[in-house]
């Protein structure tokens, strides 16, 4: 198993085996309020091997920030064989996980994904909205 | 012997208690086991089959879908049917994601 690419996006969903990403690439979120709480989305993509096939597995995924872990949680994975495998064939797997992150102070922010040992970390900032540089008009 | 053993993952419905993994199976009514880990899970469920059963066991494990929509955050049933043409074949997916934030 590896997780070969994870991102955060405004939502996901899945269909087919495949991954349909809105708004992907954040990397800060602006929250007026603090304390406060920011939503949003991890989507990524993992890679079985054939023997990983027809079995139950655990996700486990959490947000940490100035060293501690501020939410967590966890599911299942299970794909099956498809009918036709192609010899040496891995499998991509498409996730989504819909996260809701309390927000205590501004600054940094990870979200661990693992799936029994496969990992990914996908950094985000929180930022107040008063430092958000838009563009110029006109 | 081989146990079909289906398995589930559940929300507390607290959110200070993280989800729990539980098993189940037809070959033995009434048996279930839990853990609060899918490995843990699987290491119990192996030995008390084995205990009741009086012989080794190889389990079987299947997750269950808990909803059959395949879509965020929900367990996407097998869609093990047509897919359009040009595009990638189905996939047999359960996700079951996230039951809890805990």
Not at chain 1, 65 to 85: A, C, K
Not at chain 1, 89 to 100: F, K, S
Not at chain 2, 29 to 46: C, M, Y
Request: glycine share 10%.
């Amino acid at each position: 198993m590896e997780i070969v690419t994870a991102l955060l996006c405004d939502s996901a969903s899945t269909r087919e085996g495949l991954l349909h990403v809105l708004g992907g690439g954040i990397t800060r979120l602006f929250a007026p309020e603090i304390p406060g709480a920011v939503g949003v989305t991890l989507a990524a993509m993992a890679r079985m091997d054939e023997e990983e096939l027809d079995l139950p597995h655990e996700v486990n995924f959490h947000v940490e920030h100035n060293g501690e872990i501020v939410q967590q949680g966890m599911g299942g994975l299970q794909v099956n064989r498809p009918d036709r495998l192609e010899d040496g064939e891995r499998l991509l797997v498409p996730l989504v996980i819909p996260i809701g992150v309390p927000i205590t102070s501004y600054g940094r922010y990870a979200v661990v994904v693992d799936i029994e040992g496969a990992r990914q970390e996908v950094e985000f900032w929180v930022l107040h909205p008063d430092e958000q540089v838009l563009p110029p008009i006109g | 012997m081989q146990i079909d053993l289906e398995v589930h993952i559940e929300a507390t419905g607290d959110r200070d208690e993280p989800a729990v993994w539980w098993a189940e199976t037809e070959q033995v009514p009434g048996f279930s086991a839990s853990a609060p880990h899918l490995a843990e899970l699987l290491e119990r469920t192996e030995a008390a089959l084995s205990d009741i059963l009086g012989d080794e066991v190889t389990l079987k494990p299947n997750l269950t879908p808990v909803e059959s929509a395949d879509s965020p955050g929900s367990a996407g049933a097998p869609n093990g049917g047509a897919s359009d043409e040009g595009k990638q074949p189905a996939r047999n997916a359960v996700r079951v994601f996230p039951p809890a934030l805990v």
